[in-house]
Structure formats: C-alpha cells, structure tokens
C-alpha cells in the first residue's frame, strides 16, 4: 500500500518552531514533487509550499514567504516542512502530497495524500 505519513506536529507558542516530516512507503518518490497543504477550521484547504522532484525548485505561499522552508532527502522518500516565526493564524491540519509536477501539486492535482497533523500555535 502506498502511503504518506505526517509527524512533527504539536503545541508551540507564537514565535516559535516546528519542523514537520512526510514519509513515504510502498513506492519511491524520488521522481514526484511533494508538497505541503493546510485546512484551519472553518477554511478550504489551501496551499503552503511545494518542491520539485529534483529540490532544485521551491514555492511558498504568500502567507508563510520568509517563513517555511520546505525540503527533502529523496535517499530517505521523505519530504520536511521547517516552520519558523509561528503564528496563531498557521494554526491548522497540515498534509503532504505528492504528484508529477510542482504547478499540479499547487492546483491540488496530486496523486497521493497524506492524513494529516495538527498544528496548533498559541498566543
């Protein structure tokens, strides 16, 4: 069964960090761009940040620019999330994803989901 499994997320104060880890199992990933979404309640699931199949090319979205870093070690098919400066308004479910191509991974056209972990930044 091919699967994504989130971890890493929790409790953290404004200010602070988390830094989120997506593994995959039951096929390689090396050769897909995997990415970063986020549903607060009350919201769609938007868009946080994705990266090529090579790392050669990221994109954030504008709300978490200068913020997040988003990276990957293909060797171990897993994808980070580094989350920096936390605030209360990134409190939310965070999935991975995976798919062919940055731009579909972004339009949610992605093959693989993960099931999420809860971030949750305090005041």
């Known amino acids: 069964q091919v699967q994504l499994v989130e971890s890493g997320g929790g409790l953290v104060q404004a200010g602070g960090s988390l830094r989120l880890s997506c593994a995959g199992s039951g096929r390689s990933f090396r050769n897909y761009a995997m990415g970063w979404f986020r549903q607060a309640p009350g919201k769609e699931r938007e868009f946080v940040a994705t990266i090529s199949w090579s790392g050669g090319k990221t994109y954030y979205a504008d709300a978490v620019k200068g913020r997040f870093t988003i990276s990957r070690d293909k060797a171990e098919n897993t994808v980070y999330l580094q989350m920096n400066s936390l605030k209360p308004e990134d409190t939310a479910v965070y999935y991975c994803?995976?798919?062919?191509?940055?731009?579909?991974?972004?339009?949610?056209?992605?093959?693989?989901w993960g099931q999420g972990t809860q971030v949750t930044v305090s005041s």
């Open positions: 994803a995976a798919g062919p191509t940055t731009d579909g991974l972004r339009a949610g056209r992605n093959d693989y």
